[in-house]
């Protein structure tokens, strides 16, 4: 499997190439278009229950679409509902990486994804309380809301970002939640809430834009409300 993005950084577009017989996982709904001849199988990937605790806890699809490439190959476009860039996490099989909801987009099906309970930080930061790890060996991409940005910390570096713009970061990373300080009524002045404090070593990426935020601001547009 390899990719080629295109259209970036505001309506990313990834071209997911496929030795023949080779299958993908994307994220149902996130198919632009295909190659002919690519077969498509929808599944729960691991039966029921996973299906909706990842539907229900991780913020992405109950069901986990499966192409297939077929005798002399092919490809698959995927892109995310948003407006926003793409990023290709390489797993080496050494190290897993935490993603939060909404965010996962494809990968090899050498790669295992599983949700995983985050801690009552990630469920008052707005993340849902859980997150998709995947760990294993072989592409991963991911979708951001706005443009993406990496952060590499050193062994001991900290970095304070808002809840609603962490898009994945590395198992190495160490994370903890807070309120912002000045109590709720500068959170309510701010329009900040809660913001996680990260440590290295690793990598975080994070988005320029807040999901919540957007879907917060539709709501006030809706008349009667």
């Excluded at 092919?74 to 509902?81: E, F």
Aim: neutral net charge; aromatic residues 8%.
């Amino acid at each position: 499997m390899q990719v080629q993005l295109r259209h970036q950084p505001s309506f990313a577009v990834g071209r997911i190439m496929l030795a023949p017989g080779e299958p993908v996982q994307v994220e149902a709904g996130a198919m632009v278009a295909t190659s002919y001849g690519v077969q498509v199988q929808a599944s729960t990937q691991g039966g029921v229950m996973k299906g909706l605790g990842r539907a229900v806890f991780g913020g992405e699809s109950m069901f986990i679409s499966t192409y297939t490439a077929p005798q002399n190959g092919g490809w698959v476009d995927v892109a995310a509902c948003l407006p926003g860039d793409l990023q290709l996490i390489n797993l080496d099989g050494r190290m897993g990486w935490c993603i939060t909801r909404g965010s996962w987009i494809a990968s090899a099906h050498t790669v295992n994804l599983q949700t995983q309970w985050g801690g009552f930080k990630n469920l008052f930061g707005g993340e849902g309380g859980f997150l998709t790890y995947a760990a294993g060996q072989g592409p991963v991409l991911v979708s951001c809301y706005g443009a993406l940005e990496v952060v590499n910390l050193q062994p001991g570096e900290m970095v304070t970002i808002d809840s609603g713009h962490v898009v994945a970061y590395a198992e190495t990373v160490q994370s903890q939640l807070r309120k912002i300080s000045g109590g709720m009524v500068q959170s309510a002045k701010s329009g900040e809430g809660l913001v996680f404090d990260f440590a290295g070593p690793g990598q975080i990426m994070t988005q320029t834009r807040n999901p919540s935020a957007l879907a917060a601001w539709v709501v006030q547009q809706v008349p009667g409300r």
